[in-house]
């Protein structure tokens, strides 16, 4: 295999077999490299995170499920250094290509993943999603892709960012090919089958910059010829509170996650991830009681929109990728309205998967259904229904 | 010449001949990797600021006046990344080896020209000092060096950081050489002489650890012997006041310097480095206003104090160098004492010279004299006449 794309982290194409057949027979697969891979160091986009680690002694969960469904592993994917970042930069081992805008970034921080995926190098990929790291580079390069109910696909051997954000999710190009992936890594059984009910989020289109919004119209109207789609708001009150509460407490948790590394070894960042370390990342106690408790209340508010199997409709991202050579400060401001969004998904634990349904030119717009927790099967089931109702993405033969 | 103490920048030892006899003639200098060479990248220590700049046209004025007084250039030296650091570490081309005392850190950011001379790979060595860069690696490593009176030495072709703190310094290991090359820099004639009175800052020497003061006092009771020395508080109130003002002056500073192309480039830091750019260093007029008028009366503070050919007497850095492993909080405490003391010179633009007169075990305490400004050569006469007078570092052999 040739890497064409830079989605791979330089050395690490490898080639391991499936662990006998099963569901995913014929398939191939990558893994971010956040997920341990026996006898490999889980680099995790960073040189200096790759040199003060040992190697793997044993596969991620994730990894092996795939291995034991019948997959072969072909390597391990760049990722944003230490996973923080979304939009798929990293200076040390180069920005995976975004085979779909080539100008434009992959998203991150599964990159790679979605690079190699897109890019026709493997059927799946194994990603992480803390803050959005599955669900924009799927939007970016036209993927599908899950980011599951948290601790619903075991996190073992993968590396831990923001535990109470941190997620397993993965991509694939066709429906088809994410339901057999789905099934295995939920252990549940996927079946094709329309929402009942769609629920439009009027505030998180409001976000959107007009060409992503106006881009995602046709698609809303395709789905209301199949669906019950209906209108609502988020949030009560201004919905940019979710993030400012979302940034606060992963920003504390992945600051505890990297603290005595980042003072035992004084990494090497580029500045854009140096710039997630600025202060010590410490909040008082009564910030972070504040945003427990609208984590709590915006919960049940969007629990309260879900009753019903209906599912929650959204921009999987406000902007559209932006350039390969943008400037640091256009790209934190890039971040920072990402997450406006990204954050509803991380701040209550639901599932969400991109659809690949619209593009602009060439460049893949993303529209999000967010479902509610432990519904991802049932999210992944409409993922193929609407992809088959709507002929989106016609499923290929497995390469 | 083999580089064993990892002193200069990789691929960058060189011969370059001299440009006729003169009085350095058959000495050896390199040159901190922030002086322009004709035809070699600046490369500041840090490998993005070398992929985005072009070689050098011409070489830098310090750099031709060593060539043209009958010097060779054998190289240029590792320095901490954009000059940024006291310590002499550098996370991409290593950190130089401290020759006299090998598990500690050289000192910086002129690390690499420090490592060179003690290691006796070179005569003279060229650094710059904005916060420290000279005087604090020519303690840790026992040397010889001088910080100008700011504009005195031309900087042409140096890479600035900070304007008005930047000097071009430079490292000898004898007061014989010492004296040549200053001649030459200085375009004066350096007499040997001791001044007329020392002035010690007990306050200075209040803010240093047990250890350090300790080890100066024996050399203090043999300048006693041979001059006239008497004691003065350097500050009206508090001296880390003085601290604060430059350090607000400097980073506002180098921020105006680096901004656009860490905007542009999203380079790669340590993150002890990074950690300087953690705001955006820009300062409020009125803080910049004040730290402005403190200046000036730190500045006619110093110059009563000095009235009358005195020279301050103050140790180098208030604290032994660090661990080469240290932590990095620990290597962000001891930058922040050392600027307590280097901050002096800084602020009022006054010369001061590192005498290598004590001794913890192998480990050099660095002793130093502030001169008047413009009082460069009566400076280095001092040095050499103490040095004369004390015994001390026999004057060598060229090599």
Partial sequence: MEDRLGAFVPGAIIHRAPRGAGPLTDLSF???????????????????????????????????????????????????????????????????????????????????????????????????????????????????????????????????????????????????????????????????????????????????????????????????????????????????????????????????TFRDWIDRVNPRFSAEVAGAFADDGRISESDIAAAQAFRASATQRLDRLLDGRRMLCLPTSPILPIARDARLSEMRLAVHRIVDLTCIAGLTGCPQVNLPMATIGAVPVGLSLIGWRGGDAALIGAACAIARDLSIGVPQEPR
């Fill in 30 to 256: 990558a893994a971010k490299d956040l997920f341990d891979v026996a006898g490999l160091v889980t680099g995790c986009g960073n040189p200096d995170w790759a040199n003060t680690h040992e190697p793997a002694e044993a596969d991620a969960w994730a990894v092996d499920a795939l291995l034991s469904a019948g997959a072969a592993l072909r390597g391990k994917t760049v990722t944003d250094e230490i996973s923080l970042g979304l939009l798929g930069i990293n200076k040390f081992y180069g920005t995976p290509r975004n085979p779909r805008a080539p100008d434009r970034v992959p998203g991150g921080s599964s990159s790679g993943s979605a690079s190699a995926v897109a890019g026709g190098l493997v059927d799946i990929a194994l990603g992480t999603d803390s803050g959005g790291s599955v669900r924009i580079p799927a939007s970016f390069c036209g993927l599908y892709g899950l980011r599951p109910t948290h601790g619903c696909i075991p996190i073992a051997g993968m590396m831990t960012q923001a535990p109470s954000f941190d997620t397993v999710g993965y991509f694939a190009d066709d429906a088809a090919t994410f339901a057999r992936a789905g099934s295995v890594l939920l252990r549940e059984q996927i079946i094709d089958a329309l929402p009942d009910e769609i629920v439009v989020a009027s505030d998180c289109f409001a976000l959107a910059d007009e060409p992503v919004g106006y881009a995602l119209l046709p698609a809303l109207e395709r789905l209301r010829r199949i669906i019950r789609v209906t209108e609502a708001r988020l949030a009560e009150g201004d919905l940019t509170q979710w993030s400012r509460h979302q940034r606060g407490l992963q920003r504390s948790e992945f600051h505890a």
